[in-house]
C-alpha cells in the first residue's frame, strides 16, 4: 500500500482531492466574483488589489484594456481557466480580505472533501486567515489544548510553513523545534537560559541521579523522540556532519515531523514528562 500523509487522508472512509478539481472549480469561482462583482457593479479596486494580494498577474490585462467592461469581462474569463497553481493563491487572497468570503470557500472545501480548508489564528488579538492542507483530526485537537503561548506562537508558524500554500518546510522544521524547546527546555534545564532540544535528548538519555521520570515509557524513549526530531531539522538545515549543502526535506517528511512536534509539545506542557521533586 502506497504511503499516504494524515493530510492526504484524514479517515479510511474519505479520499480528499488535490488542487482544485472540477467539481468544486465553479463554486470556488463563484465566491470571487461575488466579492469583485458589488452592489455597484464591477469594482476594479477590489480586483487589483487581489491580483496584487496573490501575486497572479494577468487577470486584468490592463495594458490592453478599452473600457471597464472589457476588463471585468477579462477577469471572469481569466479567473475560470486559471489552474489551481493560479487559482489557489486568489482564492487565499479572497479569504485573508474577507471572513464571508473564507467561510464560503471553507464550505465548499469541506463539503466537496478537498485536501484544504481555511484555517484561522489568533495572533497578537488579531485573527489571521489562510488556505492550508488539513491536518489529522487527532493532531488539531492536540494542538488546540496546548496553552503555553510561546509554545503556540511556535506551533501557528510551523504549521502555516509546512501545511501553507506557500510552503517552507525548512522554516517550519524550525519553528517545530522552537515550539518543543519552548515547552521542555524549562522542565529539562530551567537554568540554562541557552539550553536547545539537543541539550533536552541528551540530558533525558543520560538521566543523571533518575531525576527525570516519564508517565509513559522511559526517559530514553523520548529522548530518542526529541533526538529524531532535532537530527532532523539540523540535516535539513546545516547540511549534517559532512561539509555540503542541506538537502530539502520532503512534504510528507515535514508533516509527519508536524505530528511529533505537536506530540511532544503537549507532552512536555502537560507533564508527562517531569522532574522529581
Not at 496573490?54 to 490592453?64: I, P, R, T
Not at 480580505?97 to 484555517?119: K, L, W
Not at 530514553?220 to 532532523?232: F, N, V, Y
Request: glycine share 8%; aromatic share 6%.
Amino acid at each position: 500500500m502506497a504511503f499516504r500523509t494524515r493530510s492526504e487522508r484524514i479517515n479510511d472512509r474519505v479520499e480528499l482531492h488535490e488542487g482544485v478539481p472540477q467539481h468544486l472549480r465553479e463554486s470556488l469561482v463563484s465566491v470571487v466574483l461575488a466579492l469583485v462583482h458589488g452592489v455597484d457593479g464591477f469594482n476594479r479596486q477590489m480586483a487589483v488589489a487581489l491580483e496584487l494580494e496573490s501575486g497572479v498577474g494577468g487577470l486584468l490585462k490592463a495594458g490592453c484594456l478599452v473600457d471597464n467592461g472589457l476588463e471585468e469581462r477579462n477577469f471572469s474569463e481569466n479567473l475560470r481557466r486559471f489552474d489551481a497553481e493560479f487559482l489557489l493563491p486568489i482564492l487565499d487572497a479572497v479569504v485573508r480580505c474577507d471572513r464571508h468570503s473564507a467561510d464560503r470557500i471553507n464550505q465548499i472545501f469541506q463539503q466537496g472533501s478537498s485536501i484544504y480548508e481555511v484555517r484561522t489564528v489568533q495572533l497578537q488579538g488579531e485573527a489571521i486567515r489562510a488556505i492550508e492542507r488539513r491536518v489529522s483530526s487527532e493532531v488539531a485537537t492536540v494542538e488546540e489544548q496546548i496553552g503555553d503561548w510561546r509554545v503556540r506562537r511556535e506551533l501557528a508558524a510551523a504549521r502555516s510553513a509546512i501545511f501553507g500554500l506557500t510552503a517552507d518546510y525548512v522554516q517550519g522544521l524550525h519553528h517545530g523545534v522552537k515550539a518543543v524547546e519552548n515547552s521542555a527546555c524549562g522542565i529539562v534545564e530551567p537554568n540554562n537560559a541557552k539550553s536547545t532540544l539537543g541539550r533536552v535528548a541528551k540530558a533525558l538519555e543520560v538521566n543523571q541521579g533518575g531525576v527525570f521520570s516519564a508517565r509513559i515509557g522511559t526517559t530514553k524513549e523520548i529522548s530518542s523522540m526529541c533526538a529524531l526530531l532535532w537530527d532532523t531539522e539540523r540535516r535539513h538545515r546545516h547540511g549534517g556532519e559532512a561539509e555540503r549543502e542541506p538537502d530539502l526535506p520532503t512534504r510528507e517528511e515535514a508533516e509527519a515531523a508536524y505530528s511529533l512536534v505537536v506530540l511532544l509539545s503537549d507532552w512536555f506542557t502537560r507533564g508527562v514528562i517531569f522532574r522529581r521533586s
